[in-house]
């Protein structure tokens, strides 16, 4: 059998598309002045998905440093984004808790990543973009399981894989750097 082309090759394509697609919501972004950067609406985003999540669970989703989410936080805490209160019973685990302010900004990104996707989907029927979606999750639970095998912290696959996926999929959303 003769080895896959890379320009077919499922990471490389997944990979080329995540790239356009946040590149093409950064370019909206700002031409919208928006004021903020993809790393803080990628917090925001995953904030809103994962509510009352420890900032240690959030920085595993993000795939960042604790250190970094935490210089994340501190920004937007000061821009009045967010707000953190201590865990119960623990008051060293802080909770971050998105704020009336960073609402608005929530709803321009999920208008922005929905305008994003359709331009990505223009050409695709109903049909074709169910399918593609419901190829991708089924993907992505097949690597959830096996991140489960391989160590993933119960407390983030929990997060993941029972998130509500209204804001997951929007540009620019999935990674806080990148």
């Not at 936080?73 to 971050?96: H, M, N, S, W």
């Not at 997060?159 to 509500?164: F, I, L, S, V, W």
């Amino acid at each position: 059998m003769p080895p896959e082309s890379l320009d077919r090759a499922l990471g490389f394509v997944l990979h080329d598309v995540a790239r356009l697609l946040r590149r093409r919501f950064d370019h909206k972004a700002k031409a919208r002045k928006l004021g903020l950067t993809r790393a803080q609406f990628s917090v925001l985003a995953h904030m809103a998905r994962h509510r009352d999540i420890n900032q240690n669970a959030l920085a595993e989703i993000l795939e960042v440093k604790p250190i970094t989410l935490a210089r994340l936080l501190d920004k937007l805490e000061r821009q009045g984004f967010i707000k953190r209160r201590a865990q119960p019973g623990d008051r060293r685990v802080r909770i971050p808790q998105l704020t009336a302010k960073a609402l608005p900004y929530i709803e321009k990104m999920r208008a922005l990543g929905l305008e994003t996707r359709n331009e990505a989907m223009a050409g695709l029927t109903q049909q074709q973009r169910d399918t593609l979606i419901d190829t991708l999750l089924a993907v992505k639970a097949n690597l959830s399981e096996r991140s489960a095998r391989n160590g993933l912290s119960a407390d983030a696959r929990n997060q993941e894989a029972n998130a509500d996926d209204t804001v997951a999929d929007e540009p620019g959303a999935e990674r806080a750097h990148g």
